[in-house]
């Protein structure tokens, strides 16, 4: 332990945690090693975290396969409560469509035997193959009636993107059964990231924020939230810069609509941050920033911004500290550790 006393006004609640089968991961260094993928973003990071001997994807991979001692005895050292756990990125949407099923259905039955181990520590999101949409549909159904509390999605699938309608079948059933869809971030998609990758800037540094970003804005302006008014989603990283670009977002959209340039823009019932505000709830994964932390609560919502901590790619007790001594009101504290992720995650 590491003799801190962390304060007890409100129940820390870490919302993007992540974890991984050893199976899973033994697959991705197997994948990346066949040199059969085409996928660069794949190998710039399970290249590295999955073979590295390196001393920080040595410990990401232990802790990520650990759910039980390792993992909980870190979450009391931090002051943190309890977990939201999320299969890591990129999930099973780097696989072949079977494969994928397969794994995403494995990786949930092993979650949930881990959240019946430790119920009043963790809850977790079902992994669904979106190279199976209907197939997805089913495996929402399944892991809501098991309890889970909401669908992990790591982003782009082989380049495809949830904008499309074929994977609507997934945000049907998401919005029927009040289940909120955490998107992830991936690496770029091969046709995004070789600018990135040249420079070292693909990964969580800059090229996650980026496409996960993209892809949030492509789901608002396809329309997804005028045909599923109730879905709602959840993302990291202090909202993938979106809401510092709302304004411009709101301006250039309408520009855009009404001079019809693109075919593919088309008018939306409300503005682009509408939705932002409506439909999306915003955790500071990786982002333990107080200002940035302040400017989602003030322009998004008190009521939709919440804590996430990374684990175990950003394990750092410090800012668990920093975050505590925000210069904001306790109970405003309380909504963004515990309140927030009480109601979307309906957990308490
Ligand atoms: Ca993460």
Same mark, same amino acid.
């Given at each position: 332990m590491t003799g801190i006393t962390f304060s007890d006004k409100y129940r820390r609640i870490a919302t993007e945690e992540a974890w991984a089968p050893?199976?899973?991961?033994?697959?991705?260094?197997? @994948? $990346?090693? *066949?040199g059969k993928l085409d996928d660069p973003g794949f190998s710039s990071l399970w290249g590295f975290y999955g *073979? *590295?001997?390196e001393p920080r994807p040595v410990t990401v991979r232990r802790k990520l396969a650990d759910l039980d001692d390792e993992r909980l005895h870190d979450m009391d050292a931090a002051g943190i409560d309890f977990a939201v756990l999320a299969l890591t990125s990129p999930g099973v949407q780097v696989f072949d469509r079977d494969t994928a099923i397969r794994v995403a259905s494995d990786s949930n039955d092993m979650v949930k035997e881990a959240v019946d181990r430790h119920p009043d520590r963790y809850a977790a999101l079902c992994a669904v193959a979106p190279q199976a949409p209907e %197939?997805?549909?089913?495996?929402? /159904?399944r892991c809501q009636a098991l309890g889970f509390r909401g669908i992990i999605i790591n982003s782009h699938t082989h380049g495809e993107y949830l904008s499309d309608s074929k994977f609507w079948p997934i945000f049907e059933a998401a919005e029927a059964l009040d289940m909120p869809v955490y998107l992830h971030p991936n690496t770029p998609p091969k046709a995004m990231i070789e600018p990135m990758l040249e420079v070292g800037l693909d990964g969580a540094i800059f090229g996650f924020g980026v496409e996960t970003g993209l892809h949030m804005l492509r789901i608002i302006t396809a329309g997804v939230f005028d045909h599923f008014p109730k879905l709602q989603f959840i993302i990291g990283h202090m909202g993938e810069a979106l809401p $510092?670009? #709302? $304004?411009? @977002?709101?301006?250039m959209h309408n520009a855009q609509v009404t001079s019809k340039r693109y075919e593919a823009l088309k008018p939306l019932k409300k503005k682009v941050s509408d939705y932002l505000k409506e439909n999306v709830y915003i955790t500071c994964s990786g982002m333990a920033w107080e200002p940035a %932390?302040?400017?989602? /609560? /003030? /322009? &998004?919502? &008190?009521?939709?911004? #919440? $804590?996430a901590m990374d684990y175990p790619y950003q394990y750092v007790l410090q800012e668990v500290i920093d975050l505590d001594n925000m210069a904001i009101p306790d109970a405003e504290k309380k909504m963004f550790y515990q309140d927030v992720a009480e109601k979307v995650f309906k957990l308490s």
């Open positions: 050893q199976e899973m991961m033994d697959m991705y260094r197997d @994948l $990346y090693e *066949s *073979s *590295s001997n %197939v997805a549909a089913q495996e929402i /159904q $510092y670009w #709302m $304004y411009r @977002l709101d301006f %932390v302040r400017f989602c /609560q /003030q /322009q &998004i919502g &008190i009521d939709r911004t #919440m $804590y």
